[in-house]
């Protein structure tokens, strides 16, 4: 095996253009006689717009025209769609308000766009877009997610705000399970409102063709080919063949540039109106407004046991906050990626769940890192560990007592999927091993001799990931298939180049698509490269999110590099006048089995493309691609445990350690994969202990700059202690789970069960801020 | 308004409105798009480049107030093949994910090193780099990259 | 950002004037403060006259028990200082914990004072030090410079120079930050001056501030328990989302007793 093989710590190529400065993000990119657009946003939750007048800013400096919702209606333009259809629990489908990309007759939340101004410079943009004059008829609006329902009415046709009604599980079997269980832990919660905020803002820049009527769009997306068929499809921007979507370098994502959002479709319709290239960057004031936010859920979570500590039955009511608009995937991350995980790690025998998704005047909620399986595990992992507590179980002997054991996988769950494989027991005792569980209650006397309080505190979870199967997505409301494109093209030469339809924005996959291709093909690391991001360069790809990338993605690599193994096979039978059940592929050479007859991978792919008397049924060239689709989700899972010291005079939560264990199946690259832990832990941090979007009570975001929404600087954390278990993945060919995602899914419980732990307190809304942890502590 | 300034060794004299900030000059005027724009408040460090010796916000510098000075953007400091030793420090040490704020730490992280002679730990590189956000990596191997970088300068 | 005429004066004599001349004017010192605001648009002045180019209005001068820092000294210079670090180490560290590495770089003691932000640290020290604040035109005394939010003694364009500080036998300053913005949400500067103590606060209230009632409460010791029975007026203190007022009064107390253990050891 190579030193760049699978398994390796290979450093990144990319990193060569970031480290230098060459990287190329949308907005570095700058077209001949561009103009730049800047939005007209709203600046009420709620309001009726009576008029428009732009009459002085279409006249300003070096104004090319200023738009609203009406022009683009006009011209034909559609509403953005939501992808995915959840049916309430009377089978009625969920109610999808009409989402203009800049609203028209009302806005709904604070940030909406409603217009935009194209002018020959960014700053006479901004000052032209300062001239237009909006009247606006103020309404009263929906901002508390407790007492949405009961609230004015934000969409005509939208009954109580409420967009389903939905549920999982068996009801009966669990209102039994509690009429007669010895005891039941009740917690009610909030799962913190969150903004993604990735450090490159939101940006597009579009160039129509008026002789060719063809667009070329380059924006921050983590899956251009679905931009590219929304717009297309739904928005009616385009016919797909005439458009052209490219994400080059995207500065992070963490779910919130999946989405197609209004700016970068009203930008492209700009280029066409005006017949010049439109540039649009964000700045971060409008990327706290418009970008999707997440997470932002009230839950009562109800758990029975027996006097073991047998789990007998869960019971979870949550309403989730859908924001304004149904964002593009918004309605299937309370729901499918939500009520499905709530079996976590256990063998819970029966579980209902009942999740009410609602509208009110904020921004959009969509997928944010992790997407439903962070509120899932919070869910899970805080109910357990106080039930632990109520119980006077250690937490993690309750835990292990309720394990799904290794000897029961497949184990299916009653809510609805099929775990493959996992040994929840392994991660666990070599979580404690590492953070030295034993010893903490000597390290709790000292703190405490200190005047200090500590906590630790476990956090089991499980996520789904690598979206399954088409079928069973589509069966369930997806409207698009999960699979995963991938081609790999042998050149003349020998050297590779790889196409694949996910998308990188930090994740590597430059440096592991090629570890995987040139272990599977014998091919030097340095000949493999790697292609993704441009709808004009590849067929069609579903994008990265969900941590899909390498379990779907590098699978259809591996199918595709079968092919071209397959094909080999074939010229080099042809070659070596052998039949090709008789040539053997290993180490990047054929060879007939027996003899000492071989050709090398290089001599085969020249072959390939200058085939001397092929047979006819034998095609010159050598490139074949391959579309995978998963039999099953994959089902990373591990143990994290967060230890925290609190000062109990300021409140302030020193998260002393951190550590991880997780079971991603194999591991590409370690290097990487660590990587992703680690931001993925941050970021869960961040949400136990520093981040929350907030809406004052007239809905207006307070969090909406860095003064205010804490994201977390390097000296907010500590080093983390990452490890890893492995259970190798059943049902794709690498064995792989995926790992983008695990940080920010365990971390959140574990911070929150050990700053609860610290406190002596039942329970405490994240963030687990410096005030609410004195209050918490002036109270008790 | 007439601006002379020096970016990576280079003169420049230029016509700049008294409105523009530094990191305009830099990405505008002279194609210099490794600096980054990541906030509007000043705090997220993505645009911080070496003027007259100090890490700075170029997102917080006025064209006038760079009159004359001597800037160093992440453009300047070593090309593959010749790294300087904080940039071959992040590869080596996986310091950087989607590398947006990459340029600005690794400036502000020399900084840091050269201000602090190397004398650092990792308490000290956390806090010597509070001024740059990553949403990527939970700092976790930007402050190795950092510490193993401090060695070698 | 709106437009405006840009100057760069190369003496006080012509910043004053400059500014006396323009329909809006305002001095750009660091610029930490201002340049975002511009960007924000909530200010819209007509002229900015840089004092980056006068000479003599940055460094740090000691002389027996006065300690002078010119006000366009940058924060990291304080912090830096030999001098600062001799005579009054608290100055110095209080320097160190401003903003960020980059905003200590920029930022100056005189932008500070000028802006009187009311979470700024500065303001701490020069009320708990009773600094004189020197202007183009006289000498304000700490006590008399800062009249509430985002307001000081200064007469529409008057420039600081200088900021003398007495040298104290001792004195500490803790802060506790905002978690996101890092500003101070309370700060306490203590000093012992040789007569009798000081005690500084910023953050709490929509102005630095004198707590008199602890300092009177010390009775020349510094005594760490006080600062939790000290009368302390918090009607009047800010509140936000990170902090009530409640809570920021707590924290001056806490604060004030950790400066005054500083002291003590």
Redo the contacts between chains.
């Keep these: 095996m190579s030193e760049q093989g699978i398994g390796k710590r290979v450093?990144?190529r990319?990193?060569?253009?970031?480290?230098?400065?060459?990287?190329?993000?949308t907005?570095?990119i700058n077209l001949p006689g561009q103009a730049y657009a800047v939005f007209l946003r709203s600046p009420y939750p709620r309001a009726r717009i009576r008029a428009i007048d732009a009459a002085a800013a279409a006249k300003a400096p070096g104004v090319v025209g200023v738009f609203t919702g009406k022009d683009l209606a006009a011209d034909g333009i559609g509403h953005l769609p939501c992808g995915w259809l959840v049916k309430s629990k009377d089978g009625s489908d969920m109610k999808v308000p009409p989402r203009p990309p800049l609203a028209i007759e009302t806005v709904n939340f604070v940030g909406e766009p409603y217009a935009l101004v194209v002018a020959e410079t960014l700053?006479q943009a901004r000052a032209a877009a300062a001239l237009v004059e909006t009247d606006f008829e103020e309404l009263e609006p929906v901002v508390a997610l407790a007492e949405a329902t009961a609230g004015p009415q934000i969409h005509p046709e939208i009954e109580a705000n409420r967009c389903y009604d939905w549920e999982l599980g068996d009801q009966a079997a669990v209102e039994a399970a509690f009429a007669k269980a010895p005891h039941v832990t009740r917690l009610e919660f909030a799962n913190n409102r969150l903004i993604p905020?990735?450090?490159?803002?939101r940006a597009a820049v579009a160039a129509y063709n008026r002789p060719t009527e063809e667009f070329t769009l380059y924006t921050t997306s983590q899956n251009p080919h679905l931009e590219r068929l929304i717009l297309a499809a739904f928005v009616n921007l385009a016919p797909e063949h005439k458009l052209r979507v490219i994400s080059p370098?995207?500065?992070?994502g963490?779910g919130s540039k999946i989405f197609v959002y209004p700016e970068e479709t009203a930008a492209a319709w700009a280029a066409r109106r005006t017949n010049r290239p439109v540039k649009w960057t964000a700045?971060?004031?409008e990327a706290f407004l418009s970008d999707a936010h997440g997470r932002d859920h009230l839950t009562t979570a109800e758990l029975a046991l027996d006097e073991a500590g047998t789990f007998l039955a869960l019971r979870v009511r949550t309403r989730a906050n859908l924001g304004a608009y149904l964002s593009t995937f918004a309605s299937s991350v309370p729901t499918y990626l939500y009520g499905t995980l709530l079996a976590g790690q256990y063998r819970t025998p029966a579980i209902h769940v009942e999740v009410e998704g609602v509208f009110t005047n904020t921004a959009p909620v969509d997928a944010y890192r992790g997407a439903g399986r962070p509120e899932a595990t919070y869910v899970v992992e805080r109910i357990v560990e106080t039930a632990a507590r109520e119980l006077g179980i250690d937490p993690a002997e309750l835990r292990r007592r309720n394990f799904i054991r290794p000897d029961q996988f497949p184990y299916e769950t009653p809510v609805a999927l099929v775990y493959d494989t996992g040994d929840y027991e392994a991660s666990l005792a070599k979580a404690l091993k590492q953070a030295d569980y034993a010893g903490f209650p000597a390290r709790r006397r000292e703190s405490e001799a200190r005047g200090k309080r500590r906590g630790i505190g476990l956090s089991c979870y499980i996520e789904a990931c690598g979206l399954a199967p088409s079928q069973l997505a589509i069966q369930l409301g997806a409207g698009v298939g999960l699979y995963e494109s991938g081609e790999v093209r042998v050149n003349p030469t020998g050297s590779v180049t790889v196409f694949t339809g996910s998308h990188s924005?930090?994740?590597?996959h430059e440096t592991t698509f090629a570890q995987i291709v040139s272990e599977k093909l014998g091919v030097p690391f340095e000949q493999v490269e790697v292609v993704h991001g441009d709808t004009g360069r590849l067929e069609f790809g579903l994008g990265t999110y969900g941590s899909r990338s390498v379990a779907v993605g590098g699978s259809a690599l591996i199918k595709a590099s079968d092919k071209i193994i397959a094909k080999g096979k074939r010229i080099a039978a042809h070659m070596l006048e052998a039949a090709p059940d008789e040539v053997d592929f290993e180490d990047g050479v054929f060879a007939v089995r027996q003899t000492n007859k071989s050709l090398t991978f290089g001599e085969v792919a020249f072959a390939a493309y200058v085939p001397a008397n092929f047979p006819e049924d034998l095609e010159p060239g050598l490139s074949e691609k391959s579309f995978y689709d998963p039999k099953n989700f994959t089902f990373p899972a591990g143990s994290h445990i967060a230890e925290v010291e609190v000062d109990p005079q300021t409140g302030v939560v020193d998260l002393v350690r951190f550590v991880a264990v997780d079971d991603f199946g194999e591991v590409i690259n370690p290097?990487?994969v660590?990587?992703?832990v680690?931001?993925?832990?941050?970021?869960g941090v961040g949400q136990a202990l520093l981040e929350h979007g907030v809406y004052d009570a007239d809905g207006q975001l307070v969090t909406g700059?860095?003064?205010d929404y804490c994201?977390?600087?390097?000296?907010d954390?500590p080093?983390?202690e990452v490890d890893t278990t492995v259970t190798p993945c059943t049902h794709n060919p690498l064995g792989v789970k995926g790992c983008g995602e695990a940080?920010a899914i365990g971390a959140p419980a574990a911070v929150m069960n050990a700053v609860t732990d610290a406190l002596g307190v039942k329970d405490l809304a994240m963030p687990a801020s410096p005030e609410r942890v004195w209050r918490a502590l002036q109270a008790a | 308004?007439k601006l002379s300034l020096t970016v990576n060794e280079t003169d420049h004299e230029l016509e700049v409105?008294?409105?523009a900030?530094l990191v305009d000059i830099l990405?505008g005027d002279l194609g210099?798009?490794?600096?980054?724009?990541?906030?509007?408040?000043?705090?997220?460090?993505?645009c911080?480049v070496e003027m007259d010796g100090?890490?700075?916000?170029s997102c917080?510098?006025?064209?006038?107030?760079a009159?004359g000075a001597r800037v160093t953007?992440?453009?300047g400091?070593?090309?593959?093949g010749n790294?300087h030793p904080m940039?071959a420090a992040?590869?080596?040490h996986?310091a950087?994910?989607?590398?947006?704020?990459?340029?600005g730490m690794?400036i502000?992280a020399i900084?840091?090193v050269k201000?602090t002679d190397g004398r650092l730990d990792?308490?000290a590189?956390?806090?010597?780099?509070?001024?740059?956000?990553?949403?990527?990596?939970?700092?976790?191997?930007?402050?190795q990259a950092v510490l193993a970088a401090a060695e070698r300068m | 950002?709106?437009?405006?005429?840009?100057h760069?004066p190369e003496s006080l004599e012509a910043a004053v004037a400059a500014r006396r001349a323009a329909a809006d004017g305002a001095y750009?010192a660091g610029?930490?403060t201002l340049?975002?605001t511009?960007?924000?648009g909530l200010a819209e002045p007509s002229d900015?006259i840089?004092l980056?180019?006068i000479r003599g209005l940055a460094g740090i001068g000691l002389e027996a028990d006065r300690l002078t820092i010119g006000a366009m000294t940058r924060h990291?210079d304080v912090a830096?200082s030999a001098e600062v670090q001799r005579a009054i180490p608290a100055l110095a560290y209080l320097a160190s914990e401003i903003?960020?590495?980059?905003?200590r770089?920029?930022g100056t003691l005189g932008g500070s004072l000028a802006n009187s932000d009311p979470a700024a640290d500065y303001p701490a020290a020069v009320i708990g030090l009773g600094a004189s604040i020197l202007t183009d035109r006289r000498t304000i005394a700490a006590d008399d410079y800062f009249k509430g939010l985002f307001e000081t003694a200064l007469e529409p364009g008057e420039l600081i120079r200088a900021v003398a500080f007495a040298v104290p036998r001792r004195a500490a300053y803790r802060k506790f930050r905002h978690p996101a913005?890092?500003y101070a949400v309370a700060g306490v500067f203590v000093a012992d001056t040789g007569d009798g103590f000081r005690v500084g606060v910023t953050g709490a209230g929509p102005c630095a501030f004198r707590w008199t009632a602890l300092e009177t409460a010390l009775a020349g010791k510094p005594d760490a328990a006080a600062a939790g029975a000290a009368p302390l007026d918090s009607r009047r203190f800010n509140a936000d989302l990170h902090a009530s007022a409640e809570y920021r009064a707590n924290l001056v107390r806490v604060m004030a007793a950790r400066a005054l253990a500083d002291l003590a050891g």
């Design positions: 450093t990144r990319e990193d060569l253009r970031f480290i230098t400065g060459k990287g190329r993000y907005d570095d700053g905020n990735a450090i490159e803002p370098d995207v500065g992070g963490f700045d971060r004031s924005h930090g994740q590597g290097m990487i660590e990587g992703q680690h931001g993925g832990i941050a970021q700059s860095f003064m994201l977390p600087r390097a000296d954390l080093s983390f940080g | 308004m409105a008294p409105n900030l990405r210099l798009t490794g600096t980054h724009v990541g906030c509007d408040t000043s705090q997220c460090g993505a911080t100090r890490a700075v916000k917080t510098v006025l064209a006038g107030q009159e953007t992440i453009e400091l070593g090309a593959p790294l940039q992040f590869q080596a996986h950087l994910q989607c590398g947006f704020c990459t340029p690794i502000s900084d840091l201000r990792e308490v590189v956390r806090e010597g780099l509070a001024g740059n956000y990553c949403r990527c990596t939970g700092y976790h191997n930007i402050v | 950002m709106n437009g405006f005429d840009y760069r750009l610029g930490m340049i975002p511009l960007k924000q900015l840089d980056g180019a990291a830096a903003g960020d590495a980059q905003v770089n920029r913005s890092r």
